[in-house]
């Protein structure tokens, strides 16, 4: 290992590679702590929480890639899994490549993970939510620089937004999320109703869409992104093509300088 990642990884050494996360209790909401921790270690650390509180919607898989891209681009990348099933962990397991990072931690930790990743110059953090465990996603929001909230364009995924959107108005998160349509399907008008429906909740949806498409499957079988496992594919190009709109994102926001949230219009 590197003599700067193992640097970096020291800092990480009260939090074990898996940690059994079957008996964590549930935290008052109003317990919940938050740091701001993003210019320790003299890096201008970045957090994107990924949460959604139906299962099945792609958060593990767009939070693994987003990281992966990261890492690609010369950045100092960690993922932070909170989800019970580890579904992250695992991934990073399979992994051969060197990087991104991937820790587990409770959701009660998660500040005090966040505070050791911006210690060790970590300089994108992507921290991955489990499904219907408010804890996790008001804590992530609250620590987040910008929330994506991945959706599949069916009927069943979009009746759950308006609880994640309330959860993460509950967090006091420093902007509105974004809402990633995920898994969209070859039909323009399907997506396009998909959209229409989100906006009706009052959520901001994302230009970049991700199709559904097998690679994402065999990637995450080897420990990869789409962008290793296939890089000329049309999955990988979309991945890019997200990332890239997500750092513009995250860009304008720290010029700005300020809180990005507005108020919600109701429909």
């Given at each position: 290992m590197p003599a700067e990642r193992s640097g970096a990884l020291k800092y990480f050494k009260g939090l074990p590679s898996y940690v059994d996360q079957s008996?964590?209790?549930?935290?008052?909401?109003?317990?919940?702590?938050?740091?701001?921790?993003?210019?320790?270690?003299?890096?201008?650390?970045?957090?994107?929480?990924?949460?959604?509180?139906?299962g099945g919607s792609g958060k593990s898989t767009l939070a693994t890639a987003l990281a992966v891209e990261a890492q690609a681009a010369g950045k100092h990348a960690l993922i932070i899994d909170l989800d019970p099933q580890a579904s992250a962990c695992r991934w990073g397991d399979r992994r051969q490549?060197?990087?991104?990072?991937?820790?587990?931690?409770?959701?009660?930790?998660?500040?005090?993970?966040?505070?050791?990743?911006?210690?060790?110059?970590?300089?994108?953090?992507?921290?991955?939510?489990?499904?219907?465990?408010?804890?996790?996603?008001?804590?992530?929001?609250?620590?987040?620089?910008?929330?994506?909230?991945?959706?599949r364009p069916s009927l069943l995924d979009i009746e759950t937004l308006a609880n994640t959107r309330d959860l993460v108005e509950r967090s006091g998160a420093k902007q509105?999320?974004?809402?990633?349509?995920?898994?969209?399907?070859?039909?323009?008008?399907?997506?396009a109703q998909a959209v229409d429906a989100v906006q009706s909740l009052g959520l901001k949806v994302c230009e970049v869409q991700i199709g559904q498409r097998v690679a994402f499957e065999y990637a995450g079988r080897l420990g990869q992104s789409v962008t290793e496992y296939e890089p000329k594919g049309t999955a990988a190009a979309e991945v890019r093509t997200l990332y890239a709109s997500i750092c513009r994102i995250l860009e304008s926001s720290t010029r700005r300088g300020v809180d990005t949230k507005k108020k919600r219009v109701k429909p």
């Open positions: 008996t964590v209790r549930e935290c008052e909401l109003s317990k919940f702590r938050h740091f701001d921790v993003s210019t320790l270690g003299g890096v201008r650390m970045k957090t994107i929480a990924v949460v959604a509180q139906k490549a060197e990087g991104p990072s991937v820790i587990d931690a409770q959701p009660a930790r998660l500040p005090q993970a966040l505070e050791r990743a911006a210690k060790a110059g970590f300089e994108l953090v992507v921290v991955d939510t489990p499904a219907r465990v408010e804890s996790a996603a008001v804590e992530a929001s609250r620590a987040a620089d910008l929330i994506l909230i991945p959706c509105n999320p974004l809402v990633v349509i995920n898994a969209a399907t070859t039909s323009a008008n399907r997506n």
